[in-house]
T-cell receptor, first 115, second 113 residues
Framework: DGGITQSPKYLFRKEGQNVTLSCEQN?????MYWYRQDPGQGLRLIYY???????QKGDIAEGYSVSREKKESFPLTVTSAQKNPTAFYLC??????????????FGEGSRLTVL | AQSVAQPEDQVNVAEGNPLTVKCTYS??????LFWYVQYPNRGLQFLLK??????LVKGSYGFEAEFNKSQTSFHLKKPSALVSDSALYFC???????????FGTGTSLTVIP
């Protein structure tokens, strides 16, 4: 079945460490997204990519980095510069193009806790 | 600026009663509108979408939503609530140009047995 796989599901990190969250999709979607979810704040866009080797900052990109070397993969690195990294992180993908009326497809999320 | 508002953080309804979760939006041009559901520690699941055509859209699990252009609303409804409908619901909007989605802050629905 096609879908989006995020790993790990749960991750613990010490302050000052970088961590990388994996996101892989086999839906053949061009666009991929990373969102951060905090209680009561909905989903906030961190980064998105509409094509391989290109990505744009979202609303809260500071302290995060991404790469898009392959269409299927969009890993997110949470750096030590991110002041409050404890959150639930969601990866999503969608079709693109002028005829696109499609929705976002989400992975199951990764919960990062900084100790 | 594009935005989505879900005015109620929490909605409680008795099992078997109709439910409504409200959503209003502000977006330039003709919007594409979506509803998602999220269970604890899970990703968001797509429920339904409005693109064009009939203002009443039917989706998964018996949910439906009504698009009202004059009120810029897209309320989620279900005629008879189930305990298993208890979850967090998100409204989202995308302009018909571009690929950015905008989400509301979510409404926690509790269906009381």
């Amino acid at each position: 079945d096609g879908g989006i796989t995020q790993s790990p599901k749960y991750l613990f990190r010490k302050e000052g460490q970088n961590v990388t969250l994996s996101c892989e999709q086999n839906l053949n979607h061009d666009a991929m997204y990373w969102y951060r979810q905090d209680p009561g704040q909905g989903l906030r866009l961190i980064y998105y990519s509409q094509i391989v080797n290109d990505f744009q900052k979202g609303d809260i990109a500071e302290g995060y980095s991404v790469s898009r070397e392959k269409k299927e993969s969009f890993p997110l690195t949470v750096t030590s510069a991110q002041k409050n990294p404890t959150a639930f992180y969601l990866c999503a993908s969608s079709r693109t193009g002028p005829q696109n009326t499609g929705e976002l497809f989400f992975g199951e999320g990764s919960r990062l806790t900084v100790l | 600026a594009q935005s989505v508002a879900q005015p109620e953080d929490q909605v409680n309804v008795a099992e078997g009663n109709p439910l409504t979760v409200k959503c209003t939006y502000s977006v330039s041009g003709n919007p594409y509108l979506f509803w998602y559901v999220q269970y604890p520690n899970r990703g968001l699941q797509f429920l339904l979408k409005y693109i064009t055509g009939d203002n009443l859209v039917k989706g998964s699990y018996g949910f439906e939503a009504e698009f009202n252009k004059s009120q810029t609303s897209f309320h989620l409804k279900k005629p008879s609530a189930l305990v298993s409908d208890s979850a967090l619901y998100f409204c989202a909007v995308r302009a018909n140009t571009g690929n950015q989605f905008y989400f509301g802050t979510g409404t926690s629905l509790t269906v009381i047995p």
